[in-house]
């Protein structure tokens, strides 16, 4: 049945962003607002989607739409969801929504502030023109069922990350947007080639037809050439072990909702990428490329941990976290199995969810403290900040895999999905996947840890009042008793209108670790489907 809601879902924030090109003049007063509201309503609408979506039928397209787009070369305007992309859309909508909540509160010397006036102006409707244009980006791509269409929305997102870190980024941004834009147009290009190749191959473009039809009409060489790159573009974005080298300078450099959004969702859409078309579409090549695929993923989960116990940077440890986290889904879908696919996309889901939360964190702090250096926080924040250092140790608990939290489901079935691959893999192999993987985690346990004693622990008279000074978070004047809720070190802890963003997230967070049922349900029939011509 044809529904409305998809195009809706994308004409919401893309007609709220023409609108600022419009009448700029008279939106000018309400952009405080404007952001939160046309994205509040994208929410609601996903809200509508995730309650009225029939979940008995969780692995067939629904509120399908399928207009003809360019009739001379077969395009068709398909979009439609099911039990895989359904979360990644609810995911980028609230993500977007809170990103919104965050910038919209707050006085000038808030942390975090963007919208609000600053020396040297902070450009805020450019800002929120950025933000909805990438939201039209992000969400076309998890509705997307054609490929160039999916190909085309999976583009749109990089102007605008490109101008989130290049314009309202650190002292570095430069570089980092450019390493980022570069990085992400070449495994854009080489993914284009894969799916020109299926084309020629198939004569369609139809995402759903090309799954069904599982391979047919390629033979093995073609498959395999097409899902390796397929598989380098979605690997650049995700990022895989080797080319993930744009990231960190991306994550630390960017403003804090730039950080959010490229973590909670961006990372997503390469991952989604393998369960939506390289794995469905090309099984054989699936097969004969997933060895080395968990190679890489393995590589990448234990790099990331060693990597992130050498950082001093806040926001450059979570960044480097995520190429770890990241590699629990690849080796999810290596596996090509049931249990291991339903772990990678939970995996993706949990990882949105607490590493939207840690770059929140992370960029709260460094607007408090004026540095993100763990050294030069010195540590004690439980007793400076009790509130911010106690959900700064609630996230990175969740984020190291402890049972009951969101971070745990998702690693645990990728791994156990190793301990049995699928038909066709060897066992051996896979096995030894596991115990590395076993490893990584153990590792992330401990950088975690580390990283908890440096910031949150320990007496706060060692460091923070010379990172005070040094951030001048209050200017050139001492604390005096109009700063409401200053801290005795002369910072402020969480705001209300950090706790209206934060909070969801939290609660996310528990629901899914002590539920994992909501999301699995969802995904398993999905999963068995996109796995059939793999069984």
């Known amino acids: 049945m044809t529904s409305l809601l998809p195009v809706a879902l994308l004409a919401v924030p893309l007609l709220g962003a023409l609108l600022l090109l419009v009448a700029p003049t008279a939106l000018r007063p309400w952009l405080r607002v404007y ?134 980024g650190g002292k570095g941004r430069r570089g980092a947007s450019i390493k980022f834009i570069l990085y992400t147009l070449l495994g854009s290009v080489v993914m284009l080639l894969g799916l020109l190749l299926v084309w020629a191959r198939t004569g369609t473009l139809d995402i759903v037809a090309l799954g069904q039809a599982h391979g047919a009409g390629m033979p093995r060489a073609v498959q395999i050439l097409a899902f390796v790159a397929i598989g380098v573009g979605l690997a650049v974005k995700t990022p895989m072990w080797p080319l993930h080298t744009w990231l960190p300078d991306a994550h630390t450099e960017a403003p804090t909702v730039g950080s959010v959004l490229l973590a909670g969702v961006l990372l997503k859409m390469g991952t989604y990428g393998f369960a ?152 051996g192999l896979f096995l030894t996947f596991m115990v590395i993987g076993g490893l990584g985690a153990v590792l992330t346990a401990a950088y975690f840890l580390v990283m908890l004693s440096r910031v949150t622990h320990g007496l706060p008279e060692r460091a923070v009042p010379a990172a005070v000074a040094r951030s001048g978070a209050l200017g050139s004047r001492p604390p005096g008793p109009s700063d409401g809720g200053i801290g005795r070190r002369g910072l402020r802890d969480i705001q209300g209108y950090e706790w209206a963003a934060w909070v969801p997230l939290i609660v996310l967070i528990l629901l899914f670790g002590l539920w994992p049922k909501l999301l699995l349900s969802l995904t398993t029939p999905a999963v068995q489907t996109l796995l059939g011509a793999l069984s």
């Not at 995730?50 to 077969?74: C, H, K, N």
């Not at 609810?90 to 010397?109: E, M, N």
């Not at 004690?380 to 700064?392: I, Q, R």
């Open 35 to 168: 952001g939160l509201v046309v994205s509040g309503v994208a929410l609601v609408l996903a809200v509508v989607m995730v309650a009225t979506f029939d979940y008995g039928q969780a692995a067939r397209p629904q509120f399908a739409v399928d207009r003809e787009w360019i009739s001379g070369l077969g395009l068709h305007f398909h979009l439609a969801v099911d039990g895989i992309s359904l979360p990644l859309i609810a995911l980028t909508a609230l993500l977007t929504f809170l990103c919104f909540v965050y910038l919209s509160w707050g006085d000038a010397r808030g942390p975090g502030q963007l919208l609000r006036a600053r020396a040297g102006g902070a450009r805020p409707r450019a800002m929120v023109f950025t933000l909805l244009v990438l939201e039209v980006g992000m969400i076309g791509t998890f509705l997307a069922l054609d490929l160039l269409l999916f190909f085309v929305f999976f583009e749109i997102v990089l102007i605008p990350m490109y101008f989130l870190i290049a314009i309202w």
């Open 276 to 427: 939506r078309i390289a794995i469905p579409v090309l099984p054989e090549g699936a097969v004969a490329v997933a060895p080395w695929l968990g190679a890489f993923a393995v590589v990448g989960i234990v790099y990331g941990a060693l990597a992130c116990l050498a950082q001093r940077d806040l926001k450059r440890m979570i960044a480097y976290s995520s190429v770890g986290h990241m590699g629990f889904v690849l080796l999810g879908f290596a596996t090509l199995t049931t249990v291991g696919v339903n772990g990678a996309l939970f995996a993706n889901v949990a990882h949105g969810l607490i590493t939207g939360l840690l770059f929140f964190l992370a960029g709260a702090i460094k607007e408090r403290y004026g540095t993100a250096d763990m050294r030069v926080l010195g540590g004690g924040m439980l007793a400076t900040l009790p509130h911010l250092g106690s959900v700064l140790t609630f996230a990175a608990i969740a984020s190291l895999g402890v049972p009951g939290l969101a971070g745990f489901w998702g690693e645990m079935l990728s791994l156990f999905g190793a301990f049995q691959p699928g038909d066709g893999l060897p066992r």
